[in-house]
C-alpha cells in the first residue's frame, strides 16, 4: 500500500490545467492506495446491492405487467383465458429453457449454492437473463411459483459477472455469488435481515464471520433501491395481532405440528415426483411446464385462482379473515398440488411464495378451527396466519433462524415471537424426523450433487483437543532445576519424554536420553533451562479443534494443553498417538454408522 | 455456446468505481424512466377499475364492487380513495367476515390522516356494524371534528344524526338524548332540519324536545302540516292536551286526510271534555264528569271480566295492595271497590267532602288501568280516562 498523500497540496497553484490533472493523479493515486482489497470489496458489495436492487424491480415490473396482458386486471374464474394461457406460456418458457437458457430450470438456491462451492463463484450473466425472462413469464402467467428465488439468482449472477469483470481474486469471486444473492432476496422480499438469514443458512451454509458485513451491505443497498421506486409498503397489511396468555402456546404448537406434516408432504411430493419427470424422455421436457400450466390452470378454472401465480394478495386476505376455513384448507392442499407440479416440470421460479401461501392458509385452517373449539383463544384469524407462514418456512424450507426473523420483520410485531418460536420449533422438528434431507439438499443430491449444509454442519460433532487429551503426567520437570536432579526424578521412570515447565513461562520438553547424556557429559550442575533449547513448546488449550492440534504432532511429541485463563496451569498434554488415536476411533464409529446403500 | 462478456471495466480502483458509480446512475435514471412510464398506465388502469367499481358499488353488486377496487388498488396500491371505497364496499357488503378487512384498510388510512373526516366516518360506520357503542361514538365524534372537503356544517350534522340514529338502535337512549341537544343547538334555519331532529327527539323519548323542535319549524313555516301533526303527537305524548289539541285541529285542517292526527285529536278533545280536575270548570260540571266516569268504569269493568272469563262475585276484600295482584285477579276487588264507593257519588255536592273527587276518582283510574292490563288498550272514553290517570300520575311523581 502506498503512502497516504494530502488529497489536495495547499501550496500547489490549481488554476492551470496542468495543476488540475497533478491534483487529479495524486487523488486518484491515493484513492488507490486506500482501496485494498478487504474495503474494495464492502464498496463493491454496495454497488452489487444497487444493480440487484435495480435488476429486481425491473423483474417485479416484468411479473406484474405480464400478468396484467396476459391474464387481465380483473380475477375471473370459469374463464377458458386461466387454462389457456399458463399452458401457452409453458410452451414458450419450455423452448427458452431447452434451447437458449440451459441451467435456469428451478428455483436458483441451489445453482447459487453450487456455485459458491463448485463453481468458484461462476455464475453465466446469460442464467441473470434467462431466469429473469422465463420466470417473468411463467409467473406472470399463473404458474404457482415464487419471484424470491429467481430474483436470488438473478442478484448472484450480477455479482457473479462484475466480479468477472473486475478480475478479483478467485477467493472474492467465490464470495461475491452469495453477496448478490442477499441483495436479489432481500429486493424480492422486501426484507433484509430475513435475506441475509437465509443466504448464511442455506446458500452459505455456514456461520461466516469474514462475509457477513459485504451480505448486509449488499442486502440493504439493494432494499433501499426497491423501497425508492415501488414504495415502503409492506407486502401484506398487517392486521392487529396479539398473544396474551401463555396456555394459548398449545394452541401454536398444535400449527405447528400441522405445519411440520404439511412440510413433509409437500417435500416429499416435489422429492419423488422431480426425479421421475426427470427421468422421462428428453423432449417431453419441451411439454412439461405447459401440462402443469394446465393443470394449475385448471384449478383456478375450477374455482381457485388463488393458487395461481405468487399469490400474496390471497394471503392478505387470509390474512384479514376473508375465507373460512374450509376454503383456507383447500387453498393449502390446492397450492401444495400447484406448486408442485409447477416445480417438477422444470418452470423457472421460486417456492418461497408458495410456501408462505401453504403455510398462511393453514394457519388460518388451523387458527380457525382451533378458536372455534375454544372460543377463548385470543389469536385472531391474521396472528395464525402470519404464524403459519414461519411454520412453513421452518418445516419445508428448513431454515429455523430466517423462518422466525421473517415473521418479524414482514409483521414488524414482537408480541408474537414467542407463538412464532414454539410453532416453529414443532414444524422443524417434526420435519427433521420425517425427512432427513433437507428440500434444497434433496434437489442438489437429485442433481447429483452433494453441498455442505448449516443443518450438516449443526449435527457434526468437532473433536475438539480434549477430546484427545492426556492427563497431567506424574513428572514434570522444572528448567529452573539442575540437570543432576531432574535426572534423578526420571531415572526410574516408565516415561521416556517428559514435559518442563519453563521460567517464567512456557513449556519444553526433554527425553531421559538427553538429561542422561548431560549427566555423563559433566553437566549435572548447570540448570535444564541453560541447556535446553530456547525455542517454548507451542500450547493448545482444551477448547480447539482437534485439527489445530494436527499441526504439531509431527514436531513434537509432546504438546501441553493449558488453561486459558492460566497458561502455567496445565490440563493436560497431547501426543501424536492420542490425537491419531482419536481420530482413528472417529473413523472406527463412522464407518460402522454408513448405510450400506 | 460459449459467450464471455468482454472485458468493460477498467483496472485501477478509482476508475472502477467511477465506472460503477456512472453505471449505477444510468441504471437509475432508466428504471425510474421505466417505473414512472409504467405507474402512470397502471394508474390510468387505476382510475377505470376504479370507476367501475364505483358503478357496481352504486347497483349494490358488492362483490363485483370489491373485485373492481381490489384490483384498482394492485394498480395504485397507495391510493386512499381506492382503499377507501374498498373498505366502504367490504363494509356495505354485509358478510360479517369482510368488517375485517375492511377496518384494517380504514385503520391504515387514520393512522395516515386520523383527521379524515370519510375515513372517520366510514370507521364509525364499521364499528356501528359490530354494535361497538365506543368505538362507534368515538369515531363518530372524530368525523364531526374532522376535516371535510365541503359542507362542513351540514356534513357534521348528518354525521350526528347518524349517530343519534345508531344510538337509538342500540337503546343507548341518554347518550342519544345529549347528542340531540348538541344537534338542536347548531341547526340551520331549516324547517326540514328542524322537523328531523324532532322526530329523533320523539323516538328518544325526550317529547319536550321533540315539541320545541316541531314549533321551531312551525315558526319557520308556519302552515307545515307535518309540524303540526308532530307538534300535535308529541304535547299528546306529554300530557299538554290544550296544545295538542291546538296543533292537531291545525294539522287536520291543513291535510285532512291525515287519520291519525284525526283520531289523535278525537282522543285529545274526549280527554278535555271528560277531564273532572279542569281548573276552568264549575262543581256541577267536574261533578257531572265524575258519575259519568264512574259509570263508564263500572261498563269497563264488566266488559273486561265478560271477556277475559273472570267471575266478578268472587271478591277479595282483603286485598287492597292492587298494583302488586295480578291484573286479571284484581278484577273482582276492584268491582267491591267500584260498589263500596258508588254510595259517595251522592255525597260529592257535600262542600265539607274535599277528598272525595279524588277518592272516586282513583277506583275510575285503577280499574281502567287493571283493565288495560288485562283486556289491551281501550278505546274512546275509557281511553280518555287512562290518559287523565296517566298524567295524574305522572304529575303526583
Known sequence: MSNPAPLVDPSAPSSTPAARVKTSRRLFSTLEGVFHEEVFFLILSVFIGIFSGLAVVCFRLTIDWMHLALLGPLPQTHSWRLFAVPSLAGLVVAALVMRVFPGIRGSGVNQTKSALYIFNGFIPFRTAVGKFICAGIAIGSGQSLGPEDPSLQIGASIASALGRQLEISREKLRLMAPVGAAAGLAAAFNAPISAVLFVIEEVIGRWSAGILGSVVLSAVASVVVVRSFLGSEPLFRIPVTTFKRPTELIAYAVLGIAGGLASVAFAKSIGYFRPLLKALPRWTQYFQPAIAGLLVGLIGFLGFPQVMGAGYDSMDQAMHGQYAWKVLALLAVLKILATTVSFVSGTPGGMFAPTLFIGAMLGGAVGDIERFYFPHLTGSTGTYVLVGMGVLFAGFLRVPMTSVFMVLEVSGNYEIIVPVIVANTFSYLISRSLQSIPIFDLLTRQDGLILPSLEEEREETILRVEDAMLPVPATILSAQDYVDANFRRVQNSADSTFLVRMHPSGWNTATRDQLQRLFREGKGELTLASVLSSQSLPSLYPDLPLDSALRYVNDYPLIPVVNRADSRHLEGIVSRDSVFEKYGSRRAIEVTHLDPL | ?397
Open chain 2, 1 to 397: 455456446m460459449s459467450w464471455q462478456m468482454p472485458k468493460l471495466i477498467p483496472r485501477s480502483a478509482p476508475m472502477i468505481l467511477l465506472v460503477l458509480t456512472l453505471a449505477a446512475a444510468t441504471g437509475f435514471a432508466a428504471v425510474s424512466h421505466l417505473v414512472s412510464r409504467y405507474t402512470a398506465n397502471q394508474q390510468a388502469r387505476g382510475r377505470k377499475l376504479y370507476a367501475l367499481g364505483l358503478e357496481s358499488a352504486k347497483a349494490s353488486h358488492y362483490d363485483d364492487a370489491i373485485a373492481a377496487f381490489r384490483a384498482a388498488l394492485t394498480c395504485d396500491p397507495t391510493n386512499s380513495q381506492y382503499q377507501l371505497s374498498l373498505a366502504r364496499a367490504l363494509r356495505d357488503s354485509n358478510v360479517p367476515r369482510r368488517l375485517d378487512e375492511a377496518e384494517s384498510y380504514l385503520i391504515a388510512l387514520w393512522q395516515r390522516t386520523p383527521q379524515d373526516a370519510a375515513v372517520n366516518l366510514a370507521l364509525a360506520r364499521v364499528a356501528a356494524h359490530r354494535g361497538s357503542i365506543e368505538d362507534a361514538t368515538r369515531y363518530y365524534h372524530n368525523a364531526m371534528y374532522g376535516v371535510w372537503s365541503s359542507d362542513l356544517d351540514a356534513n357534521r350534522n348528518k354525521a350526528r344524526i347518524e349517530l343519534i340514529q345508531f344510538l337509538l338502535k342500540q337503546g343507548a337512549r341518554a347518550q342519544a338524548d345529549s347528542e340531540l341537544i348538541a344537534l338542536a343547538a347548531a341547526l340551520p334555519p331549516d324547517p326540514a332540519a328542524h322537523l328531523q331532529t324532532a322526530q329523533l327527539f320523539q323516538q328518544a323519548l325526550d317529547y319536550p324536545g321533540a315539541l320545541a323542535q316541531y314549533e321551531e319549524a312551525l315558526h319557520l313555516d308556519p302552515g307545515n302540516s307535518t309540524a303540526l301533526a308532530g307538534a300535535g303527537e308529541t304535547a299528546y305524548h306529554s300530557g299538554n292536551y290544550s296544545s295538542a289539541q291546538r296543533y292537531l285541529r291545525s294539522a287536520v285542517n291543513a291535510n285532512p286526510a291525515d287519520a291519525e292526527s284525526r283520531q289523535l285529536l278525537a282522543s285529545t278533545d274526549l280527554v278535555l271534555l271528560a277531564n273532572p280536575f279542569h281548573s276552568h270548570i264549575s262543581d256541577a260540571e267536574r261533578n257531572r264528569r265524575i258519575n259519568a266516569a264512574f259509570s263508564q268504569a263500572e261498563n269497563r269493568l264488566t266488559a273486561c271480566a265478560q271477556q277475559a272469563g273472570i267471575d266478578l262475585t268472587k271478591t277479595d276484600l282483603t286485598n287492597n295492595n292492587l298494583k302488586n295482584t295480578a291484573p286479571a285477579s284484581a278484577l273482582p276487588g276492584l268491582q267491591a271497590r267500584w260498589q263500596l264507593a258508588k254510595p259517595d257519588l251522592n255525597l260529592l255536592r257535600s262542600p265539607a267532602e274535599t277528598d272525595l273527587p279524588d277518592s272516586i276518582m282513583d277506583v275510575v283510574f285503577q280499574i281502567e288501568e287493571q283493565t288495560a292490563a288485562t283486556c289491551g288498550q281501550p278505546q274512546g272514553l275509557d281511553l280518555a280516562l287512562l290518559l287523565i290517570s296517566q298524567k295524574r300520575e305522572a304529575a303526583g311523581q
